[in-house]
T-cell receptor, first 115, second 116 residues
Framework: AQSVTQLDSQVPVFEEAPVELRCNYS??????LFWYVQYPNQGLQLLLK??????LVESINGFEAEFNKSQTSFHLRKPSVHISDTAEYFC?????????????FGTGTRLTIIP | NAGVTQTPKFQVLKTGQSMTLQCAQD?????MSWYRQDPGMGLRLIHY???????DQGEVPNGYNVSRSTTEDFPLRLLSAAPSQTSVYFC???????????????FGPGTRLTVT
């Protein structure tokens, strides 16, 4: 079985400041790692994913996440946030033999950008 | 493409009533799933299907039934609604292993259900 821990339920950040959203996971098998974003009153959208290769992955809107196998972490970072980044962010894992199926989600981190 | 659609958007039920949440997708995805989202608990998998005619239980299946007669549709049935089933329900779809994984699940807009 897998589990995902997002310790910060809420993160307030001033506009143009950097942010890091933390994600740690536990699994007895190899996993793929994902970050999904949920904008207010919408469904979830894939932000970025780690499957293999380079441990640093990037999204098209400036977010990046680094897979750290020894620390079983997949923290999400952005060097300068914008008001439009206000959303809830979910870290998720899936066993590699299930592709992106059977996702296990963390409890989410609500990112609030302060003007 | 409409993507993943869900109906209704909102629903209020009385305890003991039954209803069906509808989910449809037009992307020819063989994998479909239902999640419920509760404050402080993230999303939890209720049921999933890897193709028409095949369904299986997720993490929290009790009180819910599913069937998959077509690739496009994956309805979720609440047999006898309880207040504990008050939640936001999301349907998602993706390619499965036979289709070649895209490693992305596509989510519908959600159904907000209140059971009184």
């Amino acid at each position: 079985a897998q589990s995902v821990t997002q310790l910060d339920s809420q993160v307030p950040v001033f506009e143009e400041a950097p942010v890091e959203l933390r994600c740690n996971y536990s699994s007895s098998v190899s996993v793929y790692l994902f970050w999904y974003v949920q904008y207010p009153n919408q469904g979830l959208q894939l932000l970025l994913k780690y499957l293999s290769g380079s441990t640093l992955v990037e999204s098209i809107n400036g977010f990046e996440a680094e897979f750290n196998k020894s620390q079983t972490s997949f923290h999400l970072r952005k060097p300068s946030v914008h008001i439009s980044d206000t959303a809830e962010y979910f870290c998720a894992v899936s066993p590699t033999n299930f592709g992106n199926e059977k996702l296990t989600f963390g409890t989410g981190t609500r990112l609030t950008i302060i003007p | 493409n409409a993507g993943v659609t869900q109906t209704p958007k909102f629903q209020v039920l009385k305890t003991g009533q039954s209803m069906t949440l509808q989910c449809a997708q037009d992307m020819n995805h063989e994998y479909m799933s239902w999640y419920r989202q509760d404050p402080g608990m993230g999303l939890r998998l209720i049921h999933y299907s890897v193709g028409a005619g095949i369904t299986d239980q997720g993490e929290v299946p009790n009180g819910y039934n599913v069937s998959r007669s077509t690739t496009e549709d994956f309805p979720l049935r609440l047999l006898s609604a309880a207040p504990s089933q008050t939640s936001v329900y999301f349907c998602a779809s993706s390619y499965n292993h036979r289709q070649g994984y895209s490693y992305e699940q596509y989510f519908g807009p959600g159904t907000r259900l209140t059971v009184t």
